[in-house]
């Protein structure tokens, strides 16, 4: 089964990772993981 591993670092802006994401869903992904996100909790 197709899976994204997202491994993005703190100078990625939040909306070109979703960007991915969204690719990758239209693509029919159903597997998405990010790793490394604290980032964007700050």
Do not use: C, D, W
């Not at 670092?9 to 969204?22: D, F, G, T």
Request: no cysteine; hydrophobic share 45%; proline share 7%.
């Amino acid at each position: 089964q197709p899976e994204v591993h997202l491994r993005p670092n703190a100078v990625v802006p939040y909306k070109s990772v979703a960007a991915v994401m969204a690719s990758a869903q239209r693509l029919g992904v159903t597997k998405i993981g990010m790793v490394g996100n604290e980032q964007f909790l700050k």
